[in-house]
Each structure stands twice: as C-alpha cells, then as structure tokens.
Nanobody
C-alpha cells in the first residue's frame, strides 16, 4: 500500500516556474515507477511524465519535453516535478501516481495508487 500526497501547486504567470513534490508513505516506494498526470476542466486525465524505480529512465509527453523535469529521491520517498517556462495551457490539477510494474507508464491503468492532486494555474 502506498499513499501519495502532492504539494507545491499554485498560481504563476506565464513563463514562470513551479516545483511540485509528491511524498509517499510505505517502505516499498523505491520499487514503484512514478508518474505525473494532469487534468484540466472538461478534459481527460493526461500523461505528463514518468520515472523508473531507480530514476535511471524518464519519459515525457511531447507537450512538456524540454520544459519539465521529473526526479526522485528514494531515501526521502519523494518524487519531484520541476516545471519551467509554464504556459496557460499547463493549467490543470496535477496528480502523482505509483506503478508497480513495467510498461509504457503513459496510461492511467498502469498505476495503482494516486494522490489527491494539486492545482496549478498559469495566468497569461
């Protein structure tokens, strides 16, 4: 069982930066791949980025590649999402999630555990 709590969301102007954190409970955090998804009003939840259990592999949606960076600290049971050059279209609720098995990491069904989400709003 893994419990996830996101933090770090807020309101930022276009071009600005935010750093999201996702703190996980449970001693098996390091065995899970971790992902970030986002959901804007009226839209489906979409994949943003993921990182393998070791941190050796990362995956990004084309829309955030070069602007967002995912990282993890297994000693702190925490995964991070550094978001730079934010755009109004990045506005959404951001969720972190834990996946117990390998895969593409871009599908919601691959993830067993989800956080409650944190709101990110980018003003133009």
């Amino acid at each position: 069982q893994v419990q996830l709590v996101e933090s770090g969301g807020g309101l930022v102007q276009a071009g600005g930066s935010l750093r999201l954190s996702c703190a996980a409970s449970g001693r098996t955090f390091s065995s899970y791949a971790m992902g970030w998804f986002r959901q804007a009003p009226g839209k489906e939840r979409e994949f943003v980025t993921a990182i393998s259990w070791s941190g050796g592999s990362t995956y990004y949606a084309d829309s955030v590649k070069g602007r967002f960076t995912i990282s993890r600290d297994n000693a702190k049971n925490t995964v991070y999402l550094q978001m730079n050059s934010l755009k109004p279209e990045d506005t959404a609720v951001y969720y972190c999630a834990a996946a117990p098995f390998g895969g593409s990491y871009s599908k919601t069904y691959e993830y067993d555990y989800w956080g409650q989400g944190t709101q990110v709003t980018v003003s133009s």
